[in-house]
């Protein structure tokens, strides 16, 4: 699925998920997922909002990742895209998603 960085100024706050994603991959009894980014496993939690228009997912870890990705934002630029893959039960692989690879292929449902 594809997500879209979320931030405040030039501080990374987490992934934007998006309320048809949520639907469709987030239980609602789930209060926390599996995160993999490159070699780390994370475990975050999941806000009670966020099946309620909320979908965000959030941890300093996540934001620290964005940040070593280079994906630093100036002011005014639009979210960065990513994959968010379904890896297993309630766990997930966040990846970069190539320029080539945006332009070639049509984007799945991505955040609302």
């Keep these: 699925m594809l997500v879209k960085t ?8 987490g992934v934007k998920v998006g309320a048809r994603n949520v639907r469709r991959y987030f239980p609602q009894r789930v209060d926390a997922i599996e ?7 994370i ?13 965000q997912i959030s941890d ?13 934002g100036k002011l005014g630029q ?8 379904p890896c297993g039960n309630n766990s ?3 990846e970069q998603i190539g320029m080539d690879e945006r332009v070639r292929r049509k984007p799945p449902p991505g955040p609302d």
């Excluded at 300093?60 to 630093?72: D, I, M, S, V």
């Excluded at 639009?78 to 893959?85: D, E, F, N, Q, T």
């Design 60 to 72: 300093p870890r996540l934001c620290a990742w964005l940040e070593e990705k280079n994906f630093h």
């Design 6 to 13: 979320q931030s405040r100024g030039r501080e990374y706050t």
């Design 78 to 85: 639009p979210p960065v895209p990513l994959a968010l893959i």
């Design 92 to 94: 997930f692989r966040l």
């Design 43 to 55: 475990r975050c939690g999941l806000a009670p909002g966020f099946w309620d228009g909320e979908a």
């Design 35 to 41: 995160l993999a980014l490159d070699h780390l496993q």
